[in-house]
């Protein structure tokens, strides 16, 4: 069993096209990031409101778009296309998956994922950067 860690995205972006891991410049984003690695994982994932599953590594351009103003339909027509991105890396059957986003970007995921952990769930924004900057030391 190998882990895999889903971040959200969040609106605070580069204006100009950039690395994934670049692109998103909010202390949210940062601190999920370094709270990732504490799991050793096999993989780390962006879980993109506008392109689905994204690597670190990729280079995207920055937009406006969040799950939380898309609709019932179309966050589970989002969550579909990100189960099939996640195929194409990872066994949803034998990965744990650990889920740094939202209840929007987690709600019809996590039904495809046989084990997971939702570390923040929750708790809201403020809490989860105390949490985060505690388990961090950021």
């Known amino acids: 069993m190998s882990t895999v860690v889903l971040i959200s995205c969040v609106s605070k972006k580069l204006p100009h096209r950039a690395k994934a891991r670049d692109l ?3 202390p949210l984003f940062r601190m999920n990031l370094k709270y990732a690695q504490r799991f050793s994982p096999k993989q780390v994932f962006i879980l993109s409101a506008k392109y ?4 670190l590594d990729e280079e995207i351009e920055p937009y406006d778009v969040t799950l939380n103003s898309m609709s019932a339909r179309g966050r589970r027509n989002w969550a579909r296309k990100v189960v099939a991105q996640l195929q194409e890396y990872c066994d949803l059957e034998k990965d744990h998956f650990v889920i740094l986003a939202g209840q929007k970007y987690r709600q019809y995921l996590l039904s495809h994922l046989k084990s997971y952990e939702v570390p923040l769930a929750g708790l809201p924004i403020g809490k989860q950067l105390q949490f985060l900057k505690r388990e961090t030391s950021w």
């Open 52 to 55: 689905g599953l994204v690597e």
């Open 24 to 26: 998103y410049v909010s």
